[in-house]
């Protein structure tokens, strides 16, 4: 489904990304794990056309994206939750979903998965008519998964979804972020520093270093070895 | 008492337009944090274009209020054109830039737009024909009110509760709303920020427009410096409110519409400017984010 081969890229004069190469298939929950500052966020960026591919080349089932408006890239289904949330704080809750659903116009399917998340997450329901940026921190994030999930999108980037959460709320996260792709077959490719939460939800995974892709294998084979354990398993 | 009836309703009159143009300030200020200095200019524009279009439909001989209804749309098409287009091709360009650079930027636009009018008509001051109509039951209130400022005080209040309905309800508003909050975010649910960025000009132009022809029917006479004393106004109105803030742009113009005519009224009328840009001083000094602006900094 997304395929990204030998991709450079950077801000300004500073390069982070050097010959990247990933595939996520269709279906599948792909995890990039890497330390604070390996490029795991340009790289989401570079997807969604936040940040320029300077070489190399981003594939959308075989299509490039390259060089794409992000509107453009949204539109064909690709949808990100980046890092720190970025949820509109002026607008309420209910608002902040119909953000997510604005590439939509199925009044009534917005509708029915505006009830879906208030399901998924009651206590967002409960404070349907509050301000976003009132929320905690962990409704904040809840906020920005079911933001995600209105847009219905084929692709669902996650960028570090259990930062600054506590260990409760991050399990509910991860728990729906596995309900997300089964239920709806939603591909997901998620960028996590929580290396062992992330594997092990993960089909496959991708360890990133400097920029640079230094190991890629099934998630249950990342987890078993050794330098990964010593470097991001903290075991 | 009628007198102070008299100061108040004229105040509201004076602030409804300097609200109509704060608007455009604040707007854009919300999307892209720039002040767009040429913004008075643009209401300059549609005054001068209501009042080529308006001489020229007085040749057919028709009654005030048709050439009214003719020409108040004309000025904001063209002007609204205007507003679009030096967002093209003056800041457009120099997104990214240091926040210097479009402000600057838009100093020049406003100089050349003054000059290029000062010279394709004059620099003396033309008499602007009475598009208003008079209403006969006004007269009746002749010491307090005439039917010219019912007029404006009435439009003003209609095209601003149009655009609060606009902002609040409409798929564009919603994605304005959203740009302003969070712009990344808003490029990542969707939103075409460059068409976000055009239609906040474009509406901004538009209502700029309508208080340029309407003050200048009111007033009767025009000339190629007009929106520089109105654009500074009104800049004072939207920090009065709360840079950013539409609700505080129209509250700021009200404000300043009052102090300036209660001033004008009790104090002396030499003094009218010095208590609008006092009030704006003390703003600044006691609460710099405005009447309704919010605090800089809040949590993400």
Redesign the interface.
């Given at each position: 489904m997304l395929k990204l081969v030998d991709v450079h890229a950077g801000y300004g004069a500073i390069p982070v990304l050097r010959d990247v190469n990933i595939e996520v298939n269709e279906g599948e929950i792909i995890t990039l794990i890497g330390a604070n500052g390996a490029g795991k966020t340009t790289t989401l960026m570079a997807i969604?056309g936040?940040v320029r591919a300077r070489s190399g080349d981003i594939l959308l089932e075989g299509e490039s994206i390259c060089g794409l408006?992000?509107?453009r890239i949204?539109?064909m289904g690709v949808?990100?939750v980046?890092e720190?949330?970025?949820?509109?704080?002026?607008?309420t809750v209910t608002?902040n979903l119909?953000?997510?659903a604005?590439?939509r116009r199925d009044r009534k399917g917005i509708h029915e998965d505006a009830e879906y998340v208030f399901n998924l997450f009651p206590i967002l329901a409960d404070r349907r008519h509050q301000a976003g940026?009132t929320l905690s921190g962990g409704e904040q994030q809840m906020l920005a998964i079911s933001?995600a999930i209105m847009?219905r999108p084929r692709l669902l980037l996650l960028d570090e979804p259990s930062l600054g959460l506590a260990p409760l709320v991050i399990r509910q996260i991860f728990d729906i972020i596995v309900k997300i792709n089964r239920e709806s077959g939603t591909t997901i490719f998620l960028v996590e520093q929580n290396a062992n939460q992330a594997l092990k939800i993960a089909n496959r995974g991708y360890v990133m270093e400097n920029g640079v892709i230094t190991v890629t294998d099934a998630a249950d084979r990342l987890l078993a070895n050794e330098d990964v354990k010593k470097a991001y398993l903290g075991i | 008492m009628e007198y102070f009836l008299e100061l108040f309703l004229g105040g509201l009159t004076r602030g409804s337009i300097y609200a109509l143009i704060a608007l455009g300030y604040t707007m854009v200020y919300g999307i892209i944090k720039l002040i767009n200095f040429a913004h008075g200019e643009i209401y300059m524009i549609g005054a001068f274009t209501a009042l080529i279009i308006s001489g020229v439909l007085a040749q057919f001989g028709l009654p005030g209020w048709s050439i009214l209804l003719m020409t108040l749309p004309i000025a904001v098409i063209y002007s609204s054109a205007y507003g679009f287009t030096i967002e093209k091709i003056a800041y457009r360009p120099l997104r990214g830039a240091p926040r210097l650079s479009p402000l600057i930027s838009a100093i020049g636009m406003s100089i050349f737009l003054q000059n290029y009018v000062l010279l394709a008509q004059t620099a003396d001051f033309l008499p602007f024909p009475a598009l208003l109509p008079e209403l006969a039951f006004m007269e009746g209130f002749s010491g307090i009110m005439n039917s010219s400022e019912l007029f404006i005080v009435l439009t003003a209040a209609a095209v601003m509760a149009g655009l609060t309905a606009y902002i609040k309800y409409t798929r564009m508003g919603k994605a304005m709303r959203a740009t302003s909050q969070n712009q990344r975010m808003a490029m990542l649910v969707g939103v075409n920020v460059d068409n976000v960025i055009s239609m906040t000009f474009v509406i901004g132009s538009a209502l700029a427009a309508v208080g340029g022809v309407l003050i200048a029917s009111h007033v009767g006479q025009i000339n190629f410096y007009i929106g520089f004393i109105a654009g500074i106004k009104a800049f004072t109105a939207a920090v009065l409110g709360g840079i950013g803030s539409v609700p505080g742009a129209m509250l700021g113009g009200l404000v300043l519409g009052w102090t300036e005519s209660f001033a004008t009224g009790y104090v002396s009328s030499d003094y009218e400017d010095v208590f609008a840009f006092a009030l704006l001083v003390l703003i600044l000094i006691f609460r710099p984010s405005g009447i309704l602006g919010k605090e800089e900094g809040h949590k993400v």
């Open positions: 969604c936040l408006p992000t509107n949204v539109e949808c990100q980046p720190g949330r970025l949820i509109f704080p002026d607008l608002e119909d953000m997510g604005f590439m940026g933001r847009a | -």
